[in-house]
């Protein structure tokens, strides 16, 4: 089993609708959890942390389950600009970052 | 705030050649680290340093590659000799602390090798 394993997607949807990933990790001990956002042939940007409480900005929600241990990214309205991969990272038991392969998300008109 | 610098942004050499890339990270970061990405996964620590220590390298294939930050500042990551299986983007980045772990990419280097 991967450390962090991810649905490679693609994720066809249109224009305003709601889409939702999930990010499922296999360290119980895990403490740090992010989802990154990364265009075609260019780097990973920090979309956002993902807190026990949850975290929303603005049409993006993500959520810690750590009963289950995944980690979800819901995005509402979804726009086209929303086009990418979403990759999700998960610390591991030496601190590390392990990154899962990341979802395709492609926005229709 | 300036990001992280890379460079070259594209590289391309023969199987057996060396290759070197450059890492500037953002100042005052202390935490600094080295991942490859390959096509279609997401990126994989190479290394990690903390100033001018290393704290992981445990993913470095240490019989071609080599990193160093020698001034706890900028670093710099060697391929000698390549192999076809190098070819990735080799990805830069850093973060103000090794435990809050928010880490800011630089751009890459595309490293294609032939």
């Known amino acids: 089993r991967k450390e962090v394993e991810q649905d490679p997607g693609p994720f066809n949807v249109p224009e305003g609708a709601t889409v939702a990933f999930n990010c499922t990790y296999s360290n119980s001990a895990s403490q740090s959890f992010f989802w990154y956002r990364q265009d075609c042939r260019k780097e990973p940007k920090l979309l956002m942390s993902v807190y026990s409480s949850g975290n929303e900005d603005g049409r993006f929600t993500a959520q810690l389950n750590r009963a289950s241990q995944y980690i979800s990214l819901l995005i509402r309205d979804s726009k086209l600009s929303d086009s990418a991969t979403y990759l999700c990272a998960v610390n591991d038991r030496t601190g590390k970052l392990i990154f899962g392969q990341g979802t395709t998300l492609q926005v229709k008109p | 705030e300036a990001g992280v610098a890379q460079s070259p942004r594209y590289k391309i050499i023969e199987k057996r050649q060396s290759v070197a890339f450059w890492c500037n990270p953002i100042?005052?970061?202390?935490?600094l680290y080295w991942y490859q990405q390959i096509l279609g996964q997401g990126p994989k620590l190479l290394i990690q340093?903390?100033?001018?220590?290393?704290?992981?390298d445990s993913q470095l294939p240490k019989d071609r590659f080599s990193a160093e930050r020698l001034k706890g500042v900028d670093s710099t990551l060697k391929i000698q000799p390549a192999k076809l299986e190098d070819s990735a983007v080799y990805l830069c980045a850093s973060s103000l602390f090794s435990q809050r772990n928010e880490q800011f990419f630089g751009p890459g280097t595309r490293l294609t090798v032939l």
């Open positions: 340093f903390q100033n001018n220590g290393v704290v992981d």
């Open positions: 100042s005052g970061h202390a935490t």
